[in-house]
Structure formats: structure tokens, C-alpha cells
């Protein structure tokens, strides 16, 4: 089947597919080949405005829809999605391109998302608290937020939309969602289907275009009561600024610079499994990315042997070709933040033992790369590499580890091989993480809550905290 079934061309606003005002559009590009697969509607402020409208429309009959008929919906959308996960999965890799085995899962992932907030909703109670004196009864009762802003990345075009949508809809909330100008069409694609499955007009509308004037109308707005945002720290500061004038509830979900610590009693066979998921998947633009390898001494020649040989092995060309393990980068820009990083850190001593350059089949595909002798003066410690390039560091004692791990301003997802109990007990005190994988190096799932502390974000997506976010909690007073 073709992967253009649900590539839509256009923006959905109060259950229409239109054009901008302007009749502008935006050329999307295939990263593996150069090639433009499209165009999408170059929308702005007016098309933002009036998708706002048509999203607090909606919402009082979305809201007021009997709870299992919505449900009943959700299950539906979660179908659809799974019914349709090839043709998804190949637009996915297209216009983003990750590997085709990755991106059948980001849609499996997605569709588990919207299926977990669909049972999650049922269980959505609120309390009945003991009033202090006679005649009192207190009660703490759960409300849709209303009409949710959302804007997402586009290294997971879908499954970042999942974790939004799902939980939105489940709580009877609409929807205005702007996707990343790279990656529109598995954005627009949730669009089409939740028509297709039955929500109404209006619930649901999908902007593309200029990422300021559409930012700019949903903060604005003081219809839009919440902001869910996932991208760069920076992008994320600036909308919690902007978010202050109409005190919209924001939810943040930003960048990561995970260390990935392997302690001397290690099983070293499964870390460097571990290590190969967590650095390289997305050829390593996945918030959760493996940023830092921090290996202790005894097993750290060892270490570095394997994932030599591991990484060496991967497979590097187009996502749809058969075997391939790591596709291109985004964009050049992204390249070249990781030849810069990957530069200082040469300059400072590192020493490159595999890669290191840019791929022979050209365009944004880059080698994958490991360096040795890290060090905690490079900038590979401290910012989001977002590429391919694996910086290895040796560490003696179990406090330097955990000092130079917590030494960023991020504090997204955290990694660490070790098969001592008490060191796990004090990893999960000490790591200063919103998430711990303890011997493991891909843990996301929709039963827990995913989400990061410090300058990493705010806010919960998965798990019953996932759905949280998206209902305010009101209190009434019943005296009798
Ligand atoms: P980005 O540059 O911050 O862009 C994210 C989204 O924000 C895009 O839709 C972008 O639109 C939009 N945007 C940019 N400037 C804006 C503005 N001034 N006002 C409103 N919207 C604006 O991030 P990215 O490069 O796409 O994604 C990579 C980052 O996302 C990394 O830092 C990564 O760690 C983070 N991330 C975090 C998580 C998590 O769960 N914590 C998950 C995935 C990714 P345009 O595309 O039109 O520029």
C-alpha cells in the first residue's frame, strides 16, 4: 500500500482540509533521498484563529459526550491506527527517515498510547473527603481543561502526537496541534483518521506553517487553556514566557543529555545492547539518547571492544531499504552540530576509534561514531548531541560517576548496568532524573509516566499522571 493514503496535502480547521490564506506552501523533504515528496499549507495567524474557534465549538459536545461513546471512539482511532500501521509507518520514514522497523513502532507505540488513556479515562475519579464539621459534604471532582494547544518535534512525528491527542480527547478536551515543519504529514495523518473514525468536526485541527505566528495564536489565546509543548529547552522557555499573560497550564517536555553509566560488575554482553538502542536509535535523535557513556575502569576496554565491534556492524542507508539500522539526519544543521561537538572534543583530547565523518552516501547521513577519553571540560558533557556519535569517558569510583551524571542542566532520562542492589537503591535517590533505566536502555512505556526534571521539562506523559494533566480538579462545598 502506498504511504500517500493519509498523506494530506492540506490543514484541517473545524473539519475542513484547507489551504493557507495566503495559497503559500512548504516544500517537505525526504532526508534519505533529497528528493520533495510534498507541500503543505504555509498557515499563520488568521488559519490559527479560526481553528481556535472551531476547537472551544466543539469542546462543550465533546466534553458532554457520554463517557463510553468517547471511549468507544478512542478504541476505534487505536484500530485504525494499528489497521493502517504499514502505510503509516512508511510515511513516517519518508519524511523523517528513522528505519522502517522504527517507525512501525513508533506507530504501535502511539496506538498503545491512545488505547491506554482510553481505559485510563474510566478510572478518571474524583473524592468524597470527610468535612471537618456537621452537614458538610466535600467534593473533589475531575473537569476537561477545554481547548489544549499543541506543538510537537519532529523526530517522533507521531508518537509525540499520540501522547497529546490520547490523553486530550480521552478527558474530553479539543484539540489545535501545530507539528514540526520537517515532519508534517504523520501529524496531519492523526487528523484524517480521527475524522475517518468518527470524532467530531472541530475536535481536532492540525496547523502547518510558520512555527511564530501559529505559536503566536495559540499563546495568545485565552480560549486555549493549556499549552503541551515538546521540543528544545529553549523553544520551551520562551513559550512558559509567553504562556504567563493568559496563565495557561503548560506542560513541557524538552531536551536530554542522558548519561548511560557501566559499573564494574556489569553484565557487559547486555550494557553494550543497551548502549547500541539507546545511542543510536533515530541515529541518535531521541530526547532519551544516550549522550554520555560513562564506563568504570575494570570492564572499560572491554566496553569499548564490543560496542566497537556492535557499532561497526550497523547497517547505515535509507529506512526503507531492508537491514538498515540507522537512517540520515534531519538536516545539515543537525550534522553539523555533531562535527562541531564531535571537533571540541578531539581538540580537548578524545580520541575517535570508530567513524567520525560524514557517511559516504552523502546528503545528512553520518557514520556511526565512538570516542574514547571523554572528558567532563568537552561540550559532549554538557549539551544534547542529537546525532550518532557515542563519547566513551572512564571513571574510578561510584560518586564521580554519579557527580559528573548529574552535572547538566538537564534531567530527562538517565542509564545504568549494574547488578548491585544497594547501588540501584542509591542510583534511584542520587540520579537527578525524571526517568531511570537500571540494565536497560529503552524504557519507555505507556503505562509509566515519561517525562523529565530541572531544565528538561514539566509535566507527565503515559501512566495515570499522563491523563492528569489534562483535567483541573474542582472542589464543591455542599452544606445540608
Ligand atoms: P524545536 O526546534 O524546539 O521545535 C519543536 C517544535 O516547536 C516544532 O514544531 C517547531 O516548529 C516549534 N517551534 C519552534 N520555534 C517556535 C516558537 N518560537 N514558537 C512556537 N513554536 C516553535 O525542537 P526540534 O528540533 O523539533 O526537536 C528536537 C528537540 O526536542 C530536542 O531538544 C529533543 O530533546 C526534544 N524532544 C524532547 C522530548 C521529550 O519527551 N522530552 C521528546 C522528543 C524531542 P518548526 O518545526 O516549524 O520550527
Known amino acids: 500500500m502506498s504511504y500517500t493514503k493519509y498523506m494530506r496535502e492540506a490543514n484541517l480547521v473545524g473539519g475542513d482540509w484547507i489551504a493557507a490564506d495566503s495559497g503559500k506552501t512548504i516544500d517537505v523533504t525526504n532526508p534519505a533521498t533529497g528528493d520533495v515528496i510534498g507541500t503543505v499549507p504555509n498557515s499563520g495567524r488568521a488559519e490559527t484563529e479560526r481553528a481556535i474557534a472551531a476547537a472551544e465549538a466543539a469542546f462543550e459536545g465533546l466534553a458532554s459526550m457520554p463517557l463510553l461513546e468517547r471511549v468507544g471512539l478512542l478504541h476505534k482511532l487505536h484500530d485504525a491506527l494499528m489497521d493502517n500501521q504499514a502505510t503509516l509507518a512508511e510515511l513516517l520514514t519518508v519524511e523523517q527517515g528513522k528505519p522502517l522497523f522504527e517507525a512501525k513502532g513508533e506507530i504501535a507505540i502511539g496506538a498503545a498510547y491512545v488505547r491506554w488513556f482510553a481505559e485510563e479515562v474510566r ?10 464539621g456537621k452537614n458538610r459534604q466535600i467534593m473533589v471532582t475531575k473537569h476537561p481543561i477545554g481547548v489544549v494547544g499543541m506543538i510537537t518535534p519532529w523526530n517522533f512525528p507521531s508518537s509525540m502526537l499520540a501522547r497529546k491527542v490520547g490523553p486530550a480527547l480521552a478527558a474530553g478536551c479539543t484539540v489545535v496541534a501545530k507539528p514540526a515543519t520537517a515532519t508534517p504529514y504523520s501529524g496531519l495523518a492523526w487528523g484524517a483518521l480521527c475524522e475517518e473514525v468518527g470524532f467530531p468536526s472541530g475536535s481536532v485541527n492540525i496547523l502547518t506553517g510558520s512555527a511564530r505566528e501559529i505559536g503566536g495564536a495559540i499563546m495568545d489565546s485565552p480560549v486555549v487553556r493549556k499549552l503541551t509543548f515538546t521540543g528544545s529547552t529553549e523553544v520551551g522557555k520562551e513559550l512558559i514566557r509567553q504562556s504567563a499573560d493568559t496563565v495557561k497550564k503548560v506542560s513541557m517536555e524538552l531536551g536530554g543529555n542522558a548519561p548511560f553509566l557501566v559499573f564494574d560488575d556489569a553484565d557487559v554482553d547486555a550494557a553494550v545492547q543497551g548502549a547500541i538502542v539507546s545511542k543510536y536509535r533515530n541515529a541518535g535523535q531521541t530526547c532519551v539518547c544516550a549522550n554520555r557513556m560513562y564506563v568504570q575502569a575494570g570492564v572499560y576496554d572491554q566496553f569499548v571492544g564490543k560496542l566497537k565491534a556492535a557499532t561497526a556492524a550497523m547497517k547505515v542507508g535509507d529506512g526503507l531499504e531492508d537491514g538498515v539500522e540507522q537512517g540520515p539526519m534531519i ?4 550534522l553539523e552540530k555533531v562535527e562541531e561537538l564531535l571537533g571540541d572534543a578531539t581538540s580537548k583530547g578524545a580520541q ?19 570516542v574514547t577519553g571523554a572528558t567532563q571540560d568537552m561540550r559532549v558533557s554538557k549539551e544534547e548531541i542529537f546525532g550518532p556519535l557515542a563519547p566513551v569517558f572512564k571513571f ?16 530527562l532520562c538517565s542509564y545504568a548496568y549494574t547488578r548491585d542492589i544497594g547501588r540501584i537503591m542509591k542510583l534511584n535517590e542520587k540520579l537527578q532524573y525524571g526517568m531511570i533505566g537500571i540494565n536497560s536502555g529503552l524504557i519507555t512505556t505507556v503505562e509509566a509516566p515519561f517525562g523529565g526534571v530541572k531544565e528538561s521539562g514539566l509535566g507527565k506523559e503515559g501512566g495515570s499522571q499522563g491523563l492528569e494533566d489534562y483535567l483541573d480538579t474542582k472542589y464543591t462545598a455542599v452544606d445540608f
Open 123 to 132: 478510572r478518571a475519579k474524583g473524592e468524597i473527603v470527610p468535612a471537618p
Open 352 to 370: 575517535v576509534v570508530l567513524g567520525g565523518g560524514r557517511h559516504p552516501k552523502g546528503l545528512t547521513f553520518f557514520e556511526p561514531t565512538i
Open 396 to 411: 574510578e569510583d561510584e560518586d564521580e560517576a554519579i557527580a559528573w551524571a548529574n552535572d547538566t542542566d538537564f534531567g
Open 331 to 334: 538536516d545539515m544543521e543537525s
